[in-house]
């Protein structure tokens, strides 16, 4: 109490010293802050599949595309339309960091034919057609190639699009702003749609720093109106936002000063502290008001000292098992979450030491705040807080009965939890980017795609005609899903080969029966061609294949079902001395969905059960332990019931939930058994020992979940729906944690006699 006192009176140090460790956080944001926009860095890159993805990815020369989609209305076989299609081809192809081979459109695409020497390959145009016969020469010629109608021209002609390849270390800001002002260009009387993983990398990059800057305004806002609404104290209300706006400051500069970037996810941190932040001081000033209550004429020292000895511990207690919940999340292989985990563990004990810090130093400088009472009723055993605790004692059969109801409907809710990897779901239903990306996926294969990749014991496996009948029938089954917009494979070449030979005639666009025939094709081909076509759907021994699935959604749940169909072909491929193994953005996708479902089940289990055991060491009562984890248990059953019933799925946000209810959930459980302790040493009655601690941890608990539930529900006005539905879900939790402990938890304390079973208690 002494030591304390006396460090009071080094305030004005204090204060210096935190703004000026502050400043050098500040300048770090300042210089070394990025966003990081590459989907690709957001998972493991040594997990065994995304190695397995990337070896098959630089064998074939699969790279994310950029789409760009050119409609007219009447038609895209005009002289006007055509001319456009040639010429941003060539300026796709003379842009920095794109490759002219790389660059697709009906401009650059190969024409497979047959003529009087055998097969030729030519380009569909050159020049751009002006007469009407040449203009129908090219639609026939179009029209007769299964490999490019529907695939590069839409099916009613209106449309096509030019497929522009990149490496993910060409994707910039200013490459993305470069695309889009490129398109614009090129706009009227056609209208240009540009998609593709990269769009959506660069759209996420760019809203989402203009959404934090949007949220944390509005978040300061409801935290202003709503801490003035309970502290009614101005100071106390700046104080508490000193306190979260330094942890904030602080959890960023870390982050630069380590050079970790922040990721979409790390944008909702400001929210996050913001909203827990504020709770350390609103114990702090709950106390504090209710000594000056009792001794009105304290010195200032005095009150702040006994707010420190009476309220450290229960504040360290809570912040702790705050910063656990977080910290659990490092258990997950996904970058985002596991970075979020650590940096708001770190920006939660952040909050602790300036609540404790801080708080204490401002007030010593600006003086005790004035709280208006407002006709406050003095602690009795006659108040609202007391009658409720009685009500909850006299009708615990039914409490106990409902509580059960809701358990059982949430684990109903749970069996129908799903995961959603798709990134396109970080946008609103009627953004511009996911319209094009649904005007693409309606015209033509697909925007998303999955490589089934096929690998022989021998060379030359893939000119055997068995086994490019397997692959053909395998790309027929693919293609009958409803998701499945189109496949593309070795056999394709084959196929047309093999009709063009024979008069163009339809039945022969089938794999021959003849290994030399094949053989013979892919020879002429060489010849004819250009070979490094060949190159991204086979290897140059002829030993491992790809096959391309066009996607027309890129969540999970379609990736799976096309998954599921391959593998019903594994033990046919086998038979032939053919392994199958999955590469490209789907596949990829799929597997980070995985990812998250295993990190949210290993980070809840084992945030669960360190707070138990924190919690049961902090009481020396492993009891105690078990009964706080029940909010929090119930909580979490309540938060995935819910997403079950309301079919919201656990994506990259909303994995984040479970931890943040545990870590933030459990503060109710800490202050209220502290308190509880403390008045059953005072009173050694159960009953007064109830009213009183309803009264005050409970009204503190109260205002405490009101500031948390208030800070998140300011994500409504996001513009991104994961981050809306994160608060919806973290503000029902909050709300969930909260009348579990003044109900459930409280109850089993009740019954079970904690602390009335000895008179003695010991001190921690």
């Known amino acids: 109490m002494n030591f304390v006192k006396k460090l009071l009176g080094y305030s004005w140090l204090i204060l210096i010293l935190i703004i000026a460790v502050t400043a050098v956080f500040v300048f770090a944001m300042k210089s070394n802050s990025r966003m990081e926009t590459d989907l690709d860095e957001y998972m493991p890159q040594k997990h065994p599949a995304f190695v397995y993805s990337s070896q098959a990815e630089e064998l074939f020369g699969i790279k994310d595309g950029i789409i760009f989609a050119i409609e007219n209305e009447d038609g895209i076989y005009n002289e006007g339309t055509l001319q456009k299609i040639k010429d941003l081809t060539k300026d796709l192809q003379s842009m920095d960091g794109i490759e002219k081979s790389d660059v697709t459109s009906l401009y650059t695409a190969d024409n497979i034919v047959g003529s009087e020497y055998g097969m030729e390959v030519n380009a569909f145009y050159s020049r751009v057609p002006k007469s009407e016969e040449k203009l129908q020469q090219l639609r026939d010629d179009v029209r007769s190639n299964d490999m490019i109608y529907g695939r590069l021209v839409s099916l009613d002609e209106t449309a096509t699009i030019i497929i522009a390849e990149i490496d993910d270390y060409v994707f910039t800001e200013d490459f993305y702003n470069q695309v889009l002002e490129l398109a614009d260009s090129y706009e009227g009387p056609e209208t240009l749609y540009v998609a593709g993983i990269p769009i959506v990398e660069g759209t996420l990059g760019k809203l989402a720093p203009k959404d934090m800057k949007t949220m944390a305004p509005?978040?300061?806002?409801?935290?202003?109106i709503v801490l003035l609404m309970i502290l009614r104290s101005v100071k106390g209300t700046i104080l508490n936002l000193l306190v979260v706006l330094f942890s904030t400051v602080w959890t960023f500069g870390l982050m630069a000063l380590l050079n970790?970037?922040?990721?979409s996810v790390s944008t909702m941190i400001p929210v996050m502290l913001i909203a827990i932040g504020v709770a350390y001081g609103i114990h702090l000033f709950n106390h504090l008001e209710l000594y000056l209550q009792k001794n009105p004429q304290a010195e200032k020292r005095d009150a702040l000292a006994d707010m420190l000895k009476h309220m450290w511990k229960p504040v360290l207690m809570a912040a702790v098992t705050t910063a656990v919940g977080f910290v659990s999340l490092v258990t997950s292989e996904v970058f985002p979450v596991k970075y979020f985990g650590l940096f708001t563990a770190f920006g939660v004990l952040s909050a602790l030491f300036f609540a404790l810090v801080l708080i204490p130093a401002g007030l010593m400088v600006v003086g005790l705040p004035k709280f208006r009472k407002f006709g406050r009723q003095q602690p009795t055993t006659d108040n609202f807080a007391s009658r409720f605790a009685n009500r909850i004692v006299k009708h615990r059969i039914m409490t106990i009965l409902l509580t059960v109801f809701v358990v059982a409907l949430s684990?109903?809710?749970i069996s129908r939890v799903w995961i959603n990897s798709s990134f396109l779901a970080n946008f609103e239903e009627d953004s511009d980017i996911v319209?094009?990306?649904r005007f693409i996926n309606e015209n033509f294969a697909g925007t998303s795609s999955l490589n089934i990749v096929l690998e022989a014991d021998e060379p030359d496996k893939f000119k055997d005609p068995d086994v490019l009948k397997l692959v053909d029938n395998l790309q027929g089954k693919l293609e009958s899903l409803e998701m499945v917009g189109d496949t593309f494979s070795l056999a394709d070449f084959i196929n047309r080969m093999n009709m063009v030979m024979n008069e163009d005639r339809e039945e022969y666009s089938i794999i021959p029966d003849s290994n030399e025939m094949i053989a013979q094709y892919l020879l002429l081909y060489e010849m004819s061609g250009d070979p490094e076509n060949l190159i991204s759907v086979v290897d140059y021994e002829y030993q491992t294949l790809n096959l391309t699935a066009q996607m027309k959604s890129d969540d999970?749940?379609?990736?799976?079902t096309a998954i599921d169909v391959v593998e019903g072909y594994r033990q046919d491929f086998r038979n032939l001395g053919v392994e199958i193994n999955f590469a490209g953005t789907g596949y990829k996708g799929l597997v980070f969905s995985e990812l998250i479902l295993k990190g949210q089940i290993s980070s809840l289990i084992m945030s669960i059960l360190i707070v138990i055991v924190l919690v049961s060491f902090m009481f020396r009562n492993f009891i105690i332990g078990l009964i706080a984890s029940v909010p929090i248990l119930i909580t979490t059953l309540i938060n995935f019931g819910v997403m079950g019933l309301l079919?919201?799925?656990?994506?990259p946000t909303t994995a984040l939930i479970s931890s943040i209810a545990v870590g933030i959930?459990?503060?109710?459980?800490?202050?209220?058994?502290?308190?509880?302790r403390a008045y059953s040493i005072e009173t050694g009655d159960k009953n007064k020992t109830a009213g009183l601690t309803m009264y005050n941890t409970g009204r503190a608990i109260m205002f405490n979940a009101v500031v948390v539930i208030s800070g998140f529900l300011a994500l409504l006005f996001s513009m991104f729906p994961p981050n809306r539905q994160l608060g919806a879900l973290v503000s029902l939790n909050m709300f969930s944690s909260f009348i579990g402990t003044l109900t459930i938890m409280f109850?089993?304390?009740?019954?079970s006699n904690t602390y009335f079973k000895t008179k003695k208690l010991n001190a921690i």
Do not use: C, E, K, Q
């Open 218 to 224: 509005i978040v300061i806002a409801i935290i202003i």
């Open 260 to 263: 970790i970037p922040i990721y």
């Open 411 to 413: 684990i109903y809710g």
């Open 435 to 437: 319209n094009t990306d």
């Open 556 to 560: 999970s749940r379609t990736i799976r």
């Open 647 to 651: 079919n919201v799925p656990l994506g």
């Open 665 to 676: 959930g459990i503060d109710y459980a800490i202050h209220f058994i502290d308190r509880y």
């Open 747 to 751: 109850l089993l304390m009740y019954m």
